[in-house]
């Protein structure tokens, strides 16, 4: 498994946790914050907090795509308040969650919507490169 792969399995594994950031990481990875935003900057085009941001925003999108309630996508994606998940939410999908969820709702009837095309265009880019889901 080469270290794109492996940077984007631990951090899909310790999303959750609101601790988790660049510095645990690299701690993870075995690399100095120097030599992890490298990787990031390389593979990702983004520096490391960006990519662990952008990975929260995914899972958020996809869990309350899933009905999940504003307060436990908070949780499960790793914010640590709500105050937090609904600002970077609408800086990321240029909505609130509620917003979102409602957005969803509305569309699920007509075919659905691919998720990324709901993306802004900072937080698409991982799937663009890197065909990651």
Excluded: K
Aim: glycine share 6%.
């Amino acid at each position: 498994m080469n270290d794109a792969c492996w940077l984007e399995n631990l951090v899909e594994e310790h999303l959750s946790n609101p601790m988790f950031g660049a510095e645990s990481l690299a701690e993870w990875m075995h690399l100095s914050p120097l030599q992890l935003r490298l990787l990031t900057q390389r593979a990702f085009g983004m520096t490391p907090s960006q990519f662990i941001d952008c990975r929260r925003l995914r899972r958020a999108a996809l869990l309350l795509g899933r009905h999940e309630h504003p307060y436990v996508v908070c949780r499960m994606a790793g914010f640590p308040c709500m105050r937090l998940f609904r600002r970077s939410f609408a800086r990321g999908f240029h909505m609130t969650p509620a917003e979102f969820q409602a957005t969803m709702s509305r569309i699920e009837g007509q075919g659905g919507v691919v998720l990324d095309s709901l993306l802004s265009p900072a937080f698409r880019f991982i799937d663009e490169t890197r065909g990651v889901s």
